[in-house]
């Protein structure tokens, strides 16, 4: 394991934090999170802080949060939702028997609980906590269950587990177009 250096690691901060001096060392709180660079130079997958305290309550609480809300305005789409599961860490419910939490979403369909960040783990009662990626999360899907994000929060969404199971089947290529428009969708305090 490589341990992790300021050269190797790209930082996502809060929107509103702005440093007091130029190369000021940002504080924790402010840091949403990191992509880890790896050797070739690409990003991989988001690591959310759990220290990290939104400027805000409306800032999002991570990329995933981010581009969840874009969506709700309009300014996203789905395959950016797919670029963000398939290069994103979070946290699904355990029910402490090493099987996910099964609940009931808002229209009664049965669902695991999958959080994209700490402020929204704080929110969801949870004997257990596991960090999974979309690979991990689908093997845990049974056919019936799809999955809750951030339930309570302002961009709570359901996702069908056929939706979940076709994202991870998507090709790299197929992920390109998508992420050139997501450079372009701002992120913003305001949901």
Same mark, same amino acid.
Not at 21 to 38: H, Q
Not at 131 to 141: A, G, P, T
């Given at each position: 394991m490589t341990a992790m250096t300021p050269d190797n690691w790209f930082l996502l901060m809060d929107p509103a934090w702005r440093p007091a001096?130029?190369?000021?060392?940002?504080?924790?709180?402010?840091?949403? @999170?990191?992509?880890?660079?790896?050797s070739d130079g690409k990003l991989g997958r988001f690591r959310p802080n759990p220290a990290y305290v939104p400027s805000s309550p409306d800032a999002p609480s991570d990329p995933l949060d981010a581009v969840l809300r874009l %969506?709700?305005?309009?300014?996203?789409? *789905?395959?950016? &939702?797919?670029? %963000?599961?398939?290069?994103t =860490?979070?946290? &699904?419910? %355990?029910? @402490?028997?090493?099987?996910?939490?099964i609940t009931k979403s808002p229209d009664g369909n049965a669902?695991?609980?999958v959080a994209s960040g700490e402020l929204h783990r704080a929110r969801i009662a949870a004997p257990e906590w596991l960090? &999974?990626?979309?690979?991990? =999360?689908?093997?845990? =899907?049974a056919d019936d269950v799809d999955v809750l994000i951030n339930p309570g929060g302002l961009a709570a969404v359901r996702l069908t587990g056929d939706f979940m199971r076709e994202t991870m089947?998507?090709?790299?290529?197929?992920?390109?177009?998508? *992420?050139?428009? =997501?450079? *372009?969708? *701002?992120?913003? @305090?305001g949901s």
């Open positions: 001096e130029e190369d000021a060392a940002p504080p924790i709180a402010s840091v949403v @999170g990191l992509w880890p660079v790896e %969506m709700l305005q309009g300014r996203a789409k *789905t395959d950016h &939702i797919q670029l %963000m599961l398939r290069d =860490l979070f946290d &699904i419910a %355990m029910n @402490g028997d090493e099987r996910p939490l669902c695991v609980v960090r &999974i990626d979309l690979e991990d =999360l689908v093997s845990l =899907l089947l998507l090709d790299d290529e197929a992920v390109e177009a998508p *992420t050139e428009g =997501l450079r *372009t969708a *701002t992120w913003s @305090g």
